[in-house]
């Protein structure tokens, strides 16, 4: 039953993302496409990010965090 | 001779004659300290993703510069004495752009304009 309901589910859109070019914490624009609404970084089976650009975007956006242009969690919606 | 660059967050309540001469002092400090400034960079008041210290808008500036290691704790202390040095963070860099961009001042995002 279990395994019918997992092929129930349609497929999400294929990995697009792969390299990021230019990752970088002083640019909060482009970080934002990956961290959620609610401001948690967005896994890379989910994004598409390669491993290598996942952890180059991780440490980015905890930069980016640090310096207030990233919330750590965003809690109400404007 | 190394590569570094610095994000400084200061609060957004400091007038602006005060706050250019808050920014000449770091500019100085650097200089006066075996540094040299390549570059300051200023974003203007951003509005903070979280409150800090009481602060919800901040001015940002990036500065370039190079120096030895000794120097980056020199400003790293300077900078958290400062009360009015909401934030900063130091970090080297290879190297520094050749063309210093100016992508801050095109791209606005989250309400640049205070």
């Given amino acids: 039953m279990n ?7 349609p497929r999400k859109q294929k990995r697009i993302a792969g390299r990021i070019k230019n990752i970088d914490y002083k640019d909060p624009k482009q970080l934002r ?13 989910i994004s598409g990010a390669s491993a ?18 990233l919330p750590f969690i965003e809690e109400t919606y404007k | 001779m190394r590569f570094y660059e610095t994000v400084v967050v200061i609060d957004s309540k400091l007038e602006e004659p005060s706050l250019d001469e808050e920014i000449k002092s770091m500019e100085g400090l650097i200089a006066s300290n075996q540094g040299k400034v390549i570059d300051t ?10 409150e800090i210290n009481e602060a919800h808008q901040g001015v ?22 400062n ?18 961009s100016e992508k801050f001042e095109q791209s606005g995002d989250i309400g640049a304009q205070a």
Avoid at chain 1, 33 to 45: A, L, N, Q, Y
Avoid at chain 1, 52 to 69: S, Y
Avoid at chain 2, 41 to 49: D, F, I, M, P
């Fill in chain 1, 3 to 9: 395994e019918s309901k997992m092929a129930a589910r």
């Fill in chain 1, 33 to 45: 496409r990956f961290v959620t609404e609610r401001g948690k970084i967005v896994p890379s089976r």
């Fill in chain 1, 52 to 69: 290598r650009c996942q952890r180059r975007l991780a440490k980015a956006i905890k930069r980016a965090r640090h310096i207030g242009l």
């Fill in chain 2, 41 to 50: 960079e200023r974003w203007g008041s951003r509005k903070l993703s979280y």
């Fill in chain 2, 60 to 81: 940002f500036t990036l500065i370039r510069f190079n120096g030895e290691p000794s120097l980056v704790d020199i400003i790293d202390r300077s900078f958290k004495l």
């Fill in chain 2, 83 to 100: 009360d009015r040095v909401l934030r900063h963070m130091i970090k080297r860099v290879k190297k520094h752009p050749e063309n210093i």
